[in-house]
């Protein structure tokens, strides 16, 4: 261990835990060196004690999440901004997982989707486990996800993004030169409407499609096309000054269920 980066370090203490989750609960300030807050790079030396600390006791989430619709096997939940879709592992922040069984007291409830924590939109809940099972048979092609989004640039005509991504153990997808052969997990690009350029030049707003869905695969294929969503902290500009990261997962499309709930944000004017 001596020499070794902390966020390294750390893994002799949480076997099996992959980097993302040490460097991020060594920012919250959960992991002390001899006592004091380290950092990722700190170099620990032989003997030096290291200590995890126990998340705060968790609050009641204030958040009401809405149920948009629901039959005997299937709900749709609208799942705000800012909110993870499922529990973190050594996380104690409130997801919308947690909530299932008090939002359906009756049933089984299962998550069969999820969004980024940015992201706000639809989450599709399995109510029976034979609707679980179903839905994990289907074919992937018949799971239509519609999204609308607002990205950094003019777009004029519709776009098909093709290429092969890479989301293994990184914070980042890789968006790789080859194409992908399977049309499955293509990203389908509309315009929508070109709205009022600012700082950063042109923005549109999108309507996207996807079938499988893979990794932050809508954010990484555009910022590689040189779309990137406006508000985008890790594809996009960074600090283009957006209030929210502009991706809403506003239409899900499957047999014998379809939900929408369309994009509640207001539109950014430039400054």
């Known amino acids: 261990m001596s020499g070794q980066r902390l966020d390294k370090a750390l893994e002799q203490l949480m076997p099996g835990t992959g980097l993302r989750l040490r460097r991020r609960l060594i920012e919250l300030g959960r992991v002390h ?31 009401k999440i809405p149920i948009v619709k629901r039959t005997m096997s299937f709900a749709a939940l609208l799942k705000p901004a800012g909110m993870h879709s499922s529990a973190i ?3 104690n922040e409130p997801c919308v997982e947690a909530l299932l069984p008090g939002l359906f007291p009756d049933s089984q409830p ?30 992937a092609m018949k799971v239509t996800k519609e999204y609308v989004a607002i990205v950094v640039g003019q777009l004029d005509e519709a776009l098909e993004l093709r290429r092969c991504l890479d989301s293994d ?15 499955r997990n293509w990203t389908f690009v509309w315009p929508v409407e070109e709205l009022p350029g600012g700082p950063l030049g042109p923005l549109t707003k999108v309507r996207v499609q ?19 969503i406006l508000g985008d902290p890790l594809y ?26 369309p994009e509640n944000w207001t539109v950014p004017v430039p400054t």
Do not use: C
């Open 33 to 63: 060196v001899q006592g004091r807050a380290g950092a990722p790079s700190l170099k620990v030396l032989e003997g030096w004690r290291i200590d995890l600390l126990p998340p705060e006791a968790p609050q009641k989430s204030a958040v």
């Open 89 to 91: 592992a050594g996380m």
């Open 110 to 139: 299962v998550l069969l989707n999820r969004l980024d924590n940015l992201t706000s939109g639809l989450l599709l809940v399995a109510l029976k486990p034979q609707a679980q099972k179903d839905y994990a048979i289907m074919d």
């Open 169 to 183: 153990d990184r914070r980042r997808t890789r968006v790789l030169a080859k194409l992908d052969p399977e049309r």
């Open 210 to 228: 996807i079938y499988a869905g893979a990794r932050h695969q809508i954010r990484a294929h555009l910022a590689a096309a040189m779309l990137p």
């Open 236 to 261: 996009g500009e960074g600090n283009d000054g957006a209030s929210r990261l502009f991706l809403h997962h506003r239409r899900i499309v499957f047999p014998r269920f379809e939900a929408e709930a």
